[in-house]
């Protein structure tokens, strides 16, 4: 059975740094394409960042390019989203997700298996 758990959203002020894991299990980590999504209550859920099967086939979101990034370490099963710098406008759920596919699609429809989600809240 794949199971996704998030980690390490919480309130932090405008500025400062948090760091989200994602322990996955019951799939092949290594050969999924891997995301974070976040969403905002009443609106879609949105691209956070995409980590593919290899090292460089990283993508960001416009809006969280050069403060966040996203990492995995395939031994310990476990995605990461390094978020800096952070502001009022990222608060949201943060969801990981994982998807298997030759290219890693941007949408979050075409994600199969997802967590449950984590909260960051950041105060100005």
């Known amino acids: 059975q794949v199971h996704l758990a998030e980690s390490g959203g919480g309130s932090v002020h405008a500025g400062g740094s948090l760091k989200l894991s994602c322990v996955v299990s019951?799939?092949?980590?290594?050969?999924?394409?891997l995301g974070w999504f976040r969403q905002v209550p009443g609106m879609e859920r949105e691209l956070g960042a995409i980590?593919?099967?290899?090292?460089?086939?990283?993508t960001y979101a416009d809006s969280v390019k050069g403060r966040f990034t996203i990492s995995k370490d395939n031994g310990r099963n476990t995605l990461f989203l390094q978020m800096n710098d952070l502001t009022p406008a990222d608060s949201a759920i943060y969801y990981c997700?994982?998807?298997?596919?030759?290219?890693?699609?941007?949408?979050?429809?075409?994600?199969?298996?997802w967590g449950q989600g984590t909260q960051v809240t950041v105060s100005a």
């Open positions: 997700a994982a998807n298997f596919a030759a290219e890693c699609s941007l949408r979050p429809t075409d994600f199969e298996y």
């Open positions: 980590a593919g099967i290899d090292d460089d086939s990283i």
């Open positions: 019951g799939l092949p980590f290594a050969d999924y394409c």
